[in-house]
């Protein structure tokens, strides 16, 4: 059981890197650059944690628990979410609403941590990420009711091991629909362009970089570490709901888990890529056209949940 | 228990000149007289229904009725209570040889001894008197700083729309008493259950918009952003996490327990009112600048929450499945114990600030943590409470008000089924704005520099105040981690009214205070765990930070190579809630208005910029009304003469018509 968590947590921690560096390299292959090595991500963090902190002379106390509250937050998230196995050690302490609201958590005080140093840039970058989050909610909400009117619960393991156990029958309409209204979401929800760019510093256009701006050293790579993990979480997300596929569930021997595990990470880099290659085909729209990409995301999973008293309820 | 609060009242008026013993007397005893409250509730929740008669008369019997349902309500009452009276013993130094504290008590005292009465009258008539007797009181509380002008409209506004409330009330009580042949409110449940379909709809609108003008639904929600911000900031707390909750009391006691939640669309009503004020409330408080108005919104969003767990329970329960209804009415409950205790905190919070720095304005404040780090602690709790942050109090509700919507797949009704996650949907965007709203309170008003003098000069309050509020803070992460504890009680005062015990077929608790929705395939969240799993968790950045300890240098912040650490280069609370502005432009109707001198053509010399929202409806349902009755009015004038002996003949008049009716009907 114990064996369980860490090895969770340590596959996450230690694959989020890889994600990120993986996605850069697409997309600079996309630009016809040559790009970072993919384990640039790893090189960056080794690098910073070897750095000084500077720190604002305005900050309280916030400043420096926020980066320590968003990183444990989304760990904690980590271990909620079936990554290789639906039986999680610790599935029993929250469900799919619990996991959002455990990201809520992370970006609260992430946001707090940008207003306490007095610039305007963390204001401006706090303000439109919470913004972005609140346009994000409802569509997150009623994608996941479409998801759970499937399947009868919001247990993150029950989803994955129900979708997993039908095999392509699960593919149906309204999931695809689901699906879709949820790449949406985990594209606003990680910070990629359409509406964010993870690469900026334009200050007319950052979100996450603008709050996290005055931080340096130690605790940057704290955060930067913590917003790779939420992006593997998002996309495990992605995965594990609608492809479960390959996923060991109980009693499953030693071979099953490491099948499981391979299969894991090639369906994140899938998932890594294609989301690589929507960012590099889309310009970043304005933040005030996002509220009508997330009407999008939240007209589809309205859709699928009519789409599923249709079928179902017929 | 009565009198505790008696003891207070009139220990108020008699030592009126003496500030300081006076305010000890009074709110000691009201907090005695709490403690006393809350062991009887617990009692009676756990024991048997509690009768006192006063007269035996037949069509009026006077007397004390309290059941499972009174006693939760006189439970949340007694600990906000509590908890209040001790914020007061030091909030009302504020006001020491400027306003008479004998009033203040006597009032504070009867207030709350008035809110008790109502959720344990047993007629319709005694109902009556006690409700009209807290909203008289309330009003007189809301006056309390009379001198303001805005605080003479607030209380005008409200005084006002609670008897438009209060007409309702009669109509509904007036079409249970007909049936019914009394006032007793033992006869009403008989007799609501007989009656015609038409007359049940009737009772039940009635009763919802009367009750639902003290609650603060959308669209009769507009006396609460002005009555509670003017109330002192102890009363305040009891107003917004009390009193508007008695409402919700009577509205359960009517549809359910005198109506049977027979109407199936009654449910619908509810929910979409829920939805509708859950959404506007939180909207209007994103962008508002005044803290306490700002947190008096908030309460109409939460009303909202709670609306919407009573209306998703009021649809399942006409569905035929008590069970599913349970959950939902617990979820709500649970919502409405969490809220007055984290509105509470927050209105005392919010009290604190304005203690210190004499502003209720966000604008002018920040970077108040390091003079008041311990009200910024408890404050931060309310916050992540209000802002459902797990392992927090709110979060429990909201994710058991999730879940209890989500239990729609248990229906066969696809109008319910659409309706419950379009609820969900909008509950998810007011969760998500109610972290950005509070985000912005918090932000603004504690961290970064000080954005004026108040802000500069404040310092931690006293004793009391702290005691006050940790009280609050401690029962909101106690709400929070322990809902094992709490939900077999809630579920006892559910299974009350619904008929139906919930636990263990449909919600039950388990080790590790997990609980968990066994008909959805065990769903369970278990927030001690989670807890426990966020501290242990601290081990992996800490030992970052800890191993090759790095220097921490101090410099100011970044600002493109040029020194802006001053707090005009702040962002400003309203720049922070410009982007919702800017989404809801159609509701918020903004209007600027900006004025700029020039000194030469190219350097402006002073710029002054004004924004405004409006209050959409006021402008447009409330103004048109009062603009037509003042016209009616005018042309009535007329018959006014003035003279008495017109009256007399007016009088005279109607009386010749009357008798002419009477000898018309008998013959």
């Known amino acids: 059981m114990i064996a369980q968590i860490i090895f969770q947590l340590f596959i996450i921690i230690a ?45 309280s106390w916030i400043f420096h628990a926020a980066p320590i509250v968003s990183f444990v937050a989304v760990l904690a998230a980590g271990l909620l979410i079936p990554i290789y196995i639906t039986q999680l050690s610790l599935g029993f302490a929250g469900d799919l609403i619990a996991v959002i609201y455990l990201f809520a958590l992370a970006r609260f005080f992430t946001a707090l941590a940008s207003l306490d140093a007095g610039s305007s840039f963390g204001g401006m970058g706090g303000s439109r990420e919470m913004f972005i989050a609140s346009l994000v909610e409802p569509a997150l909400m009623l994608s996941i009711f479409a998801v759970a009117l499937n399947v009868g619960s919001t247990n993150l393991g029950f989803i994955s091991q129900t979708v997993s156990g039908l095999g392509f029958d699960a593919v149906s309409p309204y999931q695809i629909l689901a699906f879709v209204a949820l790449f949406i979401i985990a594209i606003a929800e990680t910070g990629r362009i359409p509406v964010d760019n993870p690469a900026t510093h334009l200050e007319l256009t950052m979100i996450h970089e603008a709050m996290i701006l005055e931080y340096s050293g130690k605790q940057l790579a704290i955060v930067e570490l913590g917003a790779m993990i939420k992006q593997l979480l998002i996309y495990s997300l992605l995965a594990n ?14 071979l099953a888990m490491v099948f499981a595990i391979l299969v894991y990470v090639i369906k994140i880099i899938i998932i890594g890529i294609t989301m690589a290659v929507v960012e590099t085909s889309t310009a ?20 699928a949940i009519v789409a599923f008293i249709i079928v179902k309820g017929g | 228990m009565v009198a505790f609060y008696l003891i207070g009242a009139i220990s108020s008026v008699i030592l009126n000149k003496k500030d300081r013993i006076c305010s000890y007397f009074s709110f000691f005893s009201a907090a005695a007289g709490a403690l006393i409250g809350a062991i009887f509730s617990i009692s009676v929740i756990f024991g048997e229904t509690f009768y006192l008669t006063l007269s035996q008369d037949s069509y009026l019997k006077f007397g004390f009725f309290v059941d499972k349902l009174s006693a939760f309500f006189i439970l949340v009452i007694s600990i906000s209570v509590f908890a209040v009276s001790i914020f007061s013993t030091g909030y009302v130094k504020e006001y020491f040889g400027k306003k008479n504290i004998g009033h203040l008590g006597f009032l504070y005292n009867i207030f709350i001894l008035s809110m008790i009465f109502v959720v344990c009258a047993n007629n319709a008539i005694m109902f009556l008197i006690v409700w009209e007797l807290m909203s008289v009181i309330s009003f007189f509380l809301v006056v309390y700083e009379h001198e303001k002008p805005e605080t003479r409209k607030a209380g005008f506004i409200y005084i006002v729309m609670t008897h438009i409330g209060t007409g309702f009330i009669l109509l509904s009580f007036m ?53 509670h911000p003017a109330a002192p900031s102890n009363v305040s707390a009891l107003m917004s996490g009390v009193m508007i909750k008695t409402a919700i009391f009577m509205m359960i006691r009517i549809s359910f327990d005198f109506l049977g939640a027979s109407g ?14 859950a959404i506007l409330g939180i ?125 729609s797949f248990n229906l066969n009704n696809n109008f319910a089924i659409i309706m419950l996650s379009i609820s969900a949907a909008f509950l998810a965007l007011t969760g998500a704005l109610a972290a950005y709203c509070f985000l912005k309170f918090f932000g603004m008003v504690f961290l970064a520099l000080p954005r004026s003098e108040h802000a500069r000069n404040a310092k931690e309050v006293n004793i009391p105040m702290l005691v006050g509020m940790g009280i ?17 009680v809630l579920d006892r005062i559910a299974a009350s009214f619904i008929g139906t015990s919930a636990f263990s077929q449909s919600i039950s608790v388990g080790t590790f205070g997990m609980i968990s929705i066994p008909s959805s395939q065990g769903i369970s969240i278990s927030t001690p765990v989670l807890l426990a799993m966020l501290l242990i968790l601290m081990l992996i950045p800490a030992i970052i930070l800890l191993i090759n300890r790095r220097a921490q240098p101090i410099y100011e912040t970044w600002g493109c190579g040029q020194p802006i650490s001053t707090a005009r280069n702040e962002y400003s609370a309203n720049a922070f809630s410009k982007p919702v502005q800017m989404w809801f432009k159609s509701l918020y109707r903004p209007a600027r208005e900006t004025e700029a001198t020039y000194s030469s053509p190219y350097l402006k010399e002073s710029f002054k910029f004004e924004s405004k929202i409006e209050q959409v409806f006021e402008q447009y349902l409330y103004n048109p009304v009062v603009d037509f009755v003042m016209v009616k009015s005018r042309k009535a004038k007329l018959i006014q003469t003035g003279s008495i002996h017109a009256y007399l003949g007016y009088i005279f008049g109607i009386l010749i018509i009357l008798f002419m009716f009477v000898i018309a009907g008998g013959s």
């Open chain 2, 264 to 277: 199936s669309w009654w449910g619908y009503i509810v929910l979409a009112v829920g939805t509708i004020s």
């Open chain 1, 241 to 254: 709901i609608f492809f479960p596929w390959g996923i060991a569930t109980g009693g499953a021997g030693a």
């Open chain 2, 175 to 227: 079409i249970f008493a007909g049936t019914s042949g009394s006032f007793s409110f033992e006869t009403f449940n008989p007799a609501g259950l007989t009656m015609t379909p038409l007359l049940k709809d009737l009772a039940f609108i009635f009763a919802f918009i009367g009750f639902g003008a003290k609650a603060g639904i959308v669209p009769l929600h507009i006396w609460l952003p002005y009555a």
């Open chain 1, 15 to 59: 694959l989020a890197p890889l994600l990120s560096g993986i996605m850069k390299k697409v997309k600079a292959f996309f630009q016809i650059r040559k790009g970072p090595g993919v384990l640039q991500p790893y090189y960056d963090i080794l690098k910073l944690l070897q750095k000084d902190s500077v720190v604002s002379t305005n900050v």
């Open chain 2, 472 to 488: 609050f803070a401690l029962l909101s992460i106690l709400l929070g981690i322990l809902p094992v504890y709490v939900l077999p």
């Open chain 2, 283 to 407: 909207l209007y408080a994103v962008v508002e600048p005044d803290m306490k108005k700002m947190l008096a919104f908030s309460s109409i969003e939460n009303i909202g929450i709670i609306l919407i767990g009573l209306g998703a329970s009021m649809i399942f329960f006409a569905s035929g499945k008590p069970i599913i209804s349970a959950i939902a009415a617990i979820a709500a409950l649970y919502h409405l114990l969490n809220h007055s205790v984290f509105k509470g905190l927050l209105f005392m919070g919010a009290g604190s600030i304005l203690y210190s720095t004499h502003t209720k304005n966000i604008e002018e404040l920040g970077g108040i943590i390091k003079k008041m780090p311990l009200s910024a602690i408890l404050i931060l709790i309310g916050v992540l409470s209000i802002s459902a942050m797990p392992p927090f109090s709110g979060f429990v509700s909201e994710w058991l008000t999730f879940q209890s919507l989500l239990l």
């Open chain 1, 284 to 303: 970043k729209w304005r933040l005030f056209r996002l509220p009508e990409l997330m009407s999008i995301s939240l007209m589809l999973s309205f859709l």
